[in-house]
């Protein structure tokens, strides 16, 4: 499994990405990051740290965290080869653009 260092926590344990987790020393954390705009406890997470941006279970990630995890997740993806299932992400694709431009 392909393992990305993300930060080093202040008190020396490493944050990584390993295969579709996120871990703290090796142990797993989180499988998704949230977005702290739909987290229910925002406010509070917000002013405990300022610069937050996202959250992966406890931990609280910056952009640039946030978008390295987002990078480590998708690379532990396998990629899609079913002629079906490569479809239906075209169509899905197609119609969340047509949703998002107003027409339905």
Avoid at 58 to 78: F, H, I, Q
């Amino acid at each position: 499994m392909k393992t990305t260092l993300i930060r080093t926590t202040s008190d020396g344990r490493a944050v990584e990405v390993i295969g579709a987790y996120i871990c703290v020393d090796r142990d797993p954390v989180a499988d998704r990051i949230v977005e702290i705009e739909t987290h229910p406890n925002r406010k509070a997470i917000l002013a405990a740290v300022p610069n937050a941006t996202h959250m992966a279970g406890p931990l609280v990630l910056t952009a640039e965290e946030a978008s390295a995890v987002r990078g480590a997740l998708a690379a532990a993806e396998p990629p899609i080869t079913d002629p079906g299932a490569i479809s239906k992400r075209i169509s899905e694709a197609v119609g969340r653009r047509n949703r998002n431009a107003g027409i339905e």
